[in-house]
């Protein structure tokens, strides 16, 4: 995941099962009450 700004992560695009010419994106905002996941896509992966 790539950070954009501090805090906030995003994934790398990938396509939609139902709309392969579309892309989504899985963001991730780091928090102290606790981290918040916005998408999440079928390959997930913590690296």
Do not use: K
Not at 14 to 38: H, K, M, T, V, Y
Request: cysteine-free; aromatic content about 10%; glycine content about 8%.
């Amino acid at each position: 995941m790539n950070e954009v700004i501090p805090g906030l992560y995003a994934s790398a695009p990938e396509p939609l099962g139902f709309g392969p010419s579309l892309e989504i994106r899985a963001f991730l905002l780091q928090r102290d009450r606790g981290n918040l996941l916005l998408y999440r896509p079928i390959r997930w992966s913590e690296t």
